[in-house]
């Protein structure tokens, strides 16, 4: 699907006269182009939109392109290759805008030559990343169906983990499966690192898997996501397996906190209200300064988008967000929990998306 006229509502409405997507994950939400590496999309007012490729990537680009609203063009040092080439690709685009009052640029993608095309033309410039986000978290039908693809996935191959898992076997080794399992069941990658962290290692929440064993008297913390046509799945189970009894109690205070507020999100509610919840739960039972992350965030194009799901984001939830809810406790030097789950906004209220028990 081809979005390009919500790039034409956006600029009417803030009376922009050019923009320029350097993001690959705006420039996929835009064009439905596949990993558009190096890629810059221009589009005047009431003009066609422009791809402006590196030339290595352009064959494969050029082919994804299926319309005549976007005309691609390669750029490359060399005067090679069957195309003519843009030689200066910086300078063409400044040749584009020269005109232009105000140009909308979506800085939170921003790289080395745009910052010199930036520092250039700074006084026209204006950042539009916040409206680029916001144009992207709220997912159409289409958009859902792919994240909820991406999380069967995912959770597919996480029960066949489970099943084949063995004492012994590493953290690193751990992931080889994990993500072996997701690649056999269709994932096209991952979207961020697998964490598999055992006993101690549980107490980061951003774990890195080493060449760890993983022991007999061990809980594990698997964090994982496929990502299926562009789009990122996001989900974190703790394995109980030889864990302790208090592990297991505090496991139960934290599959509480996200039940509590699995139940409680719904439209038109601010995101802090939903963080506030879980952080009530953790704190009826005294764990809740151990919680030291957010507790969710949106999910998309990217692992992480907006909302994120935390106190001080002065934002609402709306139907069809997509975001996670994953409350934690980790307490240094003994031990760590996570569960996060999927859940999208309806009009109604919230359909949890993953369909796996939180209990192994
Ligand atoms: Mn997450």
Not at 32 to 38: D, F
Not at 301 to 312: D, K, N, S, T
């Given at each position: 699907m081809i979005r390009l006229n919500k790039l034409d509502e956006l600029m009417e409405l803030r009376k922009w006269d050019y923009i320029i997507i350097c993001g690959q994950p705006n420039i996929t939400y835009l064009t439905?182009?596949?990993?558009?590496?190096?890629c810059l999309l221009i589009k005047g007012k009431d003009a066609g939109a422009e791809i402006i490729t590196p030339l290595l990537e352009y064959e494969r680009i050029f082919k994804q392109v299926?319309?005549?609203v976007i005309k691609v063009h390669p750029y490359s040092s060399?005067?090679?290759?069957y195309e003519e080439v843009i030689t200066d690709p910086i300078g063409y685009v400044r040749g584009k805008i020269s005109k232009a009052d105000k140009v909308g640029i979506?800085?939170?993608?921003?790289?080395y030559s745009i910052y010199n095309l930036v520092t250039g033309i700074h006084e026209k410039v204006v950042n539009i990343s916040d409206d680029m986000q916001y144009m992207r978290c709220i997912k159409d039908e289409s958009e859902i169906h792919l994240i909820e693809t991406a999380l069967r996935i995912t959770e597919d191959a996480l029960t066949k983990f489970v099943n084949e898992f063995f004492y012994g076997i590493t953290e690193l080794q751990a992931v080889g499966l994990l993500e072996k399992f997701m690649r056999d069941l269709?994932?096209?990658?991952?979207?961020?690192?697998t964490i598999v962290a055992s006993g101690i290692n549980?107490?980061?929440?951003?774990a890195v898997p080493s060449n760890k064993a993983v022991l007999e008297n061990e809980h594990l913390i698997v964090d994982a996501g496929a990502t299926y046509r562009s789009y990122s799945s996001d989900m974190t189970r703790t394995m109980?397996?030889?864990?302790?009894s208090e592990v297991v109690k505090v496991f139960d205070v934290v599959e509480q906190a996200l039940l509590a507020a699995e139940d409680y999100v719904a439209p038109y509610m601010k995101v802090s209200e939903v963080d506030g919840k879980v952080r009530e739960v953790l704190r009826k039972y005294g764990?809740?300064?151990?919680?030291?992350?957010?507790s969710g965030h949106g999910l998309g194009?990217?692992?992480?988008?907006?909302?994120?799901?935390?106190?001080?984001v002065d934002m609402e939830l709306k139907p069809g967000m997509v975001i996670t809810l994953e409350p934690g406790v980790y307490i240094r030097g003994q031990y760590g929990i996570r569960i996060e789950d999927v859940v999208v906004i309806t009009n109604s209220g919230r359909k949890i998306l993953n369909k796996l028990s939180h209990r192994f």
């Open positions: 439905n182009l596949v990993k558009p590496t190096g299926r319309t005549d060399y005067k090679v290759g979506d800085l939170g993608y921003i790289n269709g994932a096209e990658g991952v979207a961020f690192d549980t107490v980061y929440p951003h109980l397996m030889g864990a302790s764990v809740d300064k151990y919680f030291t992350h957010s194009l990217e692992v992480h988008e907006m909302p994120r799901i935390a106190q001080g």
